[in-house]
């Protein structure tokens, strides 16, 4: 089985080109849809032990810990230090029910894929791009969104270029859903032609 990491900045289109591997029938794991579930179960306690301003109805409110961490971002590595273990966990049942599966290519969406080391748990490397205008516009058009926010999240991402130059791919969401999903395929048949 091939295990592909999915990784790419905020903006860049990263989840739409997820989307389009699953349309095309390869399993994903998505780490960000993790978190957020962790965040109504299993990380409730832990996280609210650390955070007690971020719990709110018995599940951690995501914008309050955001407030949190926009005013201390020297707490990242708290959170996170909770939070990758359980994330992990997940990651590795789904691996291990898609090997059960027979599957033999599965795709492991990782938003911080580089940042956090997860280059070493995948055998390649998608990164999404786009023009840096083109990221910024639809970063600012998000509901909250503001230039100061961006600034933090881009802060703590390893630049585009630096990402680019570290890829098994490259899928440009820039120019249009039809040519990334053009770019989706390609990537599909040369791993999976590696495999026939």
């Given at each position: 089985m091939i295990v592909l990491g999915l990784t790419g900045s905020i903006g860049t289109g990263k989840s739409t080109t997820a989307a389009m591997f699953h349309d095309l029938g390869v399993p994903v794991h998505d780490a960000d849809a993790t978190v957020h579930d962790l965040y109504r179960g299993e990380a409730v306690a832990p996280v609210a032990e650390r955070f007690p301003e971020a719990l709110g109805d018995g599940v951690i409110d995501r914008k309050a810990l955001s407030a949190v961490l926009a005013k201390s971002p020297e707490r990242f590595?708290?959170?996170?230090?909770?939070?990758?273990?359980?994330?992990?966990?997940?990651e590795k049942a789904f691996?291990?029910?898609?090997?059960?599966?027979?599957?033999?290519?599965?795709?492991?969406?990782?938003?911080?894929?580089?940042?956090?080391?997860?280059?070493?748990?995948?055998?390649?490397?998608?990164?999404v791009t786009c023009d840096p205008e083109v990221q910024r516009q639809r970063v600012l058009a998000r509901p909250g969104m503001t230039e100061e926010k961006l600034r933090l999240i881009l802060a703590r991402q390893m630049p585009d270029a630096e990402k680019r130059r570290r890829a098994d791919f490259v899928i440009d969401t820039g120019k249009g859903l039809e040519a990334a999903r053009k770019q989706v395929e390609e990537v599909i048949e040369t791993l999976k032609g590696r495999r026939d």
């Open positions: 590595a708290e959170l996170e230090a909770i939070i990758h273990p359980l994330v992990r966990a997940r691996l291990d029910a898609e090997r059960q599966n027979g599957s033999l290519l599965v795709l492991l969406d990782i938003p911080l894929l580089y940042e956090t080391g997860g280059e070493s748990r995948v055998d390649k490397v998608v990164v």
